[in-house]
T-cell receptor, first 112, second 110 residues
Framework: NAGVTQTPKFQVLKTGQSMTLQCAQD?????MSWYRQDPGMGLRLIHY???????DQGEVPNGYNVSRSTTEDFPLRLLSAAPSQTSVYFC???????????FGNGTRLTVT | SQQGEEDPQALSIQEGENATMNCSYK?????LQWYRQNSGRGLVHLIL?????REKHSGRLRVTLDTSKKSSSLLITASRAADTASYFC??????????FGAGTTVTVRA
């Protein structure tokens, strides 16, 4: 049982480049989400999904796209990377509204 | 904006001592959760307390919730070096969005 798997672990991009952060879970959770973590800021919600085909914006969605074509996968796309997107990104899933979040190990992204 | 705010920002204690950290929040919640994060790793869930509960225990952890004051506390008893980590509270609402605070960094000295 792998839980929540994120790839890659590290990535360096140049300003303007695009990339996709992958996230997969094997717990059959309906809810998945992406957070970014910056020093002193805690975790901020970027996008989330309550089921396949359904996505919605969180607190800081600008510059990011998501899709949820299957229950298992929830990729996060950066269309044109900016230095302000340098951060650690966490994917998480949960079974229902009164359950804990299960986190991946994170992707450390640097945009130069 | 962040819903939960932890206090203090940092805490340094001797091994064997207790550590207490607090979380305050602003709006109605379904539940309040505490997570631990070791350096360079993802967050690990510790305890979830529902809005109709006042206290919950898990091993050396004790969580209280006071909905009238919109606050929660996490107590770690008999601390160990392995408890060195950052601790976050998160508030859960009906909309599935968990909001995290900035965290309390706990250092346990040997």
């Amino acid at each position: 049982n792998a839980g929540v798997t994120q790839t890659p672990k590290f990535q360096v991009l140049k300003t303007g480049q695009s990339m996709t952060l992958q996230c997969a879970q094997d717990m059959n959770h309906e809810y998945m989400s992406w957070y970014r973590q910056d020093p002193g800021m805690g975790l901020r919600l970027i996008h989330y999904s309550v089921g396949a085909g359904i996505t919605d914006q969180g607190e800081v969605p600008n510059g990011y796209n998501v899709s949820r074509s299957t229950t298992e996968d929830f990729p996060l796309r950066l269309l044109s990377a900016a230095p302000s997107q340098t951060s650690v990104y966490f994917c998480a899933s949960m079974g229902d509204n009164n359950s804990p979040l299960h986190f991946g190990n994170g992707t450390r992204l640097t945009v130069t | 904006s962040q819903q939960g705010e932890e206090d203090p920002q940092a805490l340094s204690i001797q091994e064997g001592e207790n550590a207490t950290m607090n979380c305050s929040y602003k709006t109605s919640i379904n539940n309040l959760q505490w997570y631990r994060q070791n350096s360079g790793r993802g967050l690990v869930h510790l305890i979830l307390i529902r809005s109709n509960e006042r206290e919950k225990h898990s091993g050396r952890l004790r969580v209280t919730l006071d909905t009238s004051k919109k606050s929660s506390s996490l107590l770690i008893t008999a601390s160990r070096a392995a408890d060195t980590a950052s601790y976050f509270c998160a508030t859960g609402r009906n909309d599935y969005k968990l909001s995290f605070g900035a965290g309390t960094t706990v250092t346990v000295r040997a």
